[in-house]
């Protein structure tokens, strides 16, 4: 069985310690589809499938193959407990977890451990990487939890290797998003309570324009919605949450 490396500790200016706090008191339940992190499983399959058809486009891969990131290395910034860096760890890519939560990363280093895949996770802020660079960098969900967007956003794009590929997902700041986020969600208990401020949602616009600044090149956007039949869907209404991906100009 392959173990996960040795703990490496990050440096970090866009951490939000009551954030890390907040989520890291959900680490021990992370891995439960029916815990506190219920919404992330049920985004999952959506969100891999979306990063699956970037990943093709991106590197003109063959769209049968189970392993489409082999020989890439991958980063995914707030990884909680791992529930996306597994997948793309099987799906070939030499994976790096950052989070900021110790608590989180003990727990995607037992998982992981348990499932046999070799992970590199790591405690800190993607502005302690330096110069490491990635083929695939992920912020998903995350944009919003951080104490300086345009920093983050910075630093994700330092992380990007010459023919990478972004992709950040995050809730819009619409009224939508403000009632099934937070007066749905968070007061029926299917997310947390205080796990979301609305006011630090971003717009598209917002994002668009932050990645856009860093010189990077936004490629697609695409909208992440529910719906009563199916669940969670990709979708080109971007008023719940959406994704935005981008390489570099």
Known sequence: MTMASAPVTTSGTTIDPAEAAHFGRMAADWWDPN???AMLHRLNPVRLGYLRERIDTQWRGDETSFTPLSGKRALDVGCGAGLLCEPLARMGASVTGLDA????????RAHCARSGLGIDYRIGSVEGLHAETFDLVTALEVIEHVSDPAAFVRGLAEAMAADGLLVISTPNRTGLSRLAMIGIGETLGGIPRGTHDWDKFLTQDELIALVEATGLKV??????SFSAAKGFVLSDDLKLDYFV???RG
Do not use: C, K, M
């Open 35 to 37: 815990g506190s992190s």
């Open 101 to 108: 939560a110790p608590e989180n990363i003990a727990a995607a």
């Open 219 to 224: 490629i697609d956007t695409r909208g992440l």
């Open 245 to 247: 991906t981008a390489v």
